[in-house]
T-cell receptor
Framework: DTAVSQTPKYLVTQMGNDKSIKCEQN?????MYWYKQDSKKFLKIMFS???????INETVPNRFSPKSPDKAHLNLHINSLELGDSAVYFC?????????????FGPGTRLTVL | KNQVEQSPQSLIILEGKNCTLQ??????????LRWYKQDTGRGPVSLTI???SENTKSNGRYTATLDADTKQSSLHITASQLSDSASYIC??????????????WGLGTSLAVNP
């Protein structure tokens, strides 16, 4: 069984469009994250939710809006996509509070904005 | 400023050889240090996590060391295999008041194991 799953795996879209990426974890973890990995392979945290509550927002443009309908899901909606949004987006989860335990990552969503 | 620096940036070794990757950090206050392995096209996978009091931790052919005094960690890979080809990322967790923690990610070392 996949522990942390993301859909879609690939997303190709035009500039200006709005798109969503979904994430689900079946590990019973309390905390979920979204990371962006750019072409330089640097993983940068975007958001963290603990029990559906936003606890980390790392100066991400407000075109990015996370939504956590329950603690097993954390979706990412992106408005007015820009070329610079092209990257691989990883969802992750961890038991307990952020930073206390190891994180489990999803397979990633490769977003290409044309 | 909290920083995690890894070296070398990239490394090529022959199958069966050992190698050591380095991680230096200036994160404070320190909570724990992790090493992740990221295969191409996949998400990172945790190898080890060490707290302040742990000097060494092994996971199969991977052995991580931590020197909290000098703020250095290393990841030693023994008898490398082709499947070890990946990026290895060092992550340090800083703990602040109120049980708040922040993760500081290194840029990773890209390891290629050749036959």
């Amino acid at each position: 069984d996949t522990a942390v799953s993301q859909t879609p795996k690939y997303l190709v879209t035009q500039m200006g469009n709005d798109k969503s990426i979904k994430c689900e974890q079946n590990l019973g973890h309390d905390t979920m994250y979204w990371y962006k990995q750019d072409s330089k392979k640097f993983l940068k945290i975007m958001f963290s939710y603990n029990n559906k509550e936003l606890i980390i927002n790392e100066t991400v443009p407000n075109r990015f809006s996370p939504k956590s309908p329950d603690k097993a899901h954390l979706n990412l909606h992106i408005n007015s996509l820009e070329l610079g949004d092209s990257a691989v987006y990883f969802c992750a989860s961890t038991p307990g509070t952020p930073g206390s335990r190891e994180q489990f990552f999803g397979p990633g969503t490769r977003l290409t904005v044309l | 400023k909290n920083q995690v620096e890894q070296s070398p940036q990239s490394l090529i070794i022959l199958e069966g050889k050992n190698c050591t990757l380095q991680c230096n950090y200036t994160v404070s206050p320190f909570s724990n240090l992790r090493w992740y392995k990221q295969d191409t096209g996949r998400g990172p996978v945790s190898l080890t996590i060490m707290t302040f009091s742990e000097n060494t931790k092994s996971n199969g052919r991977y052995t991580a060391t931590l020197d909290a005094d000098t703020k250095q960690s290393s990841l030693h890979i023994t008898a490398s295999q082709l499947s070890d080809s990946a990026s290895y990322i060092c992550v340090v967790s800083a703990q602040y008041a109120g049980n708040n923690r922040k993760l500081i990610w290194g840029l990773g070392t890209s390891l290629a194991v050749n036959p």
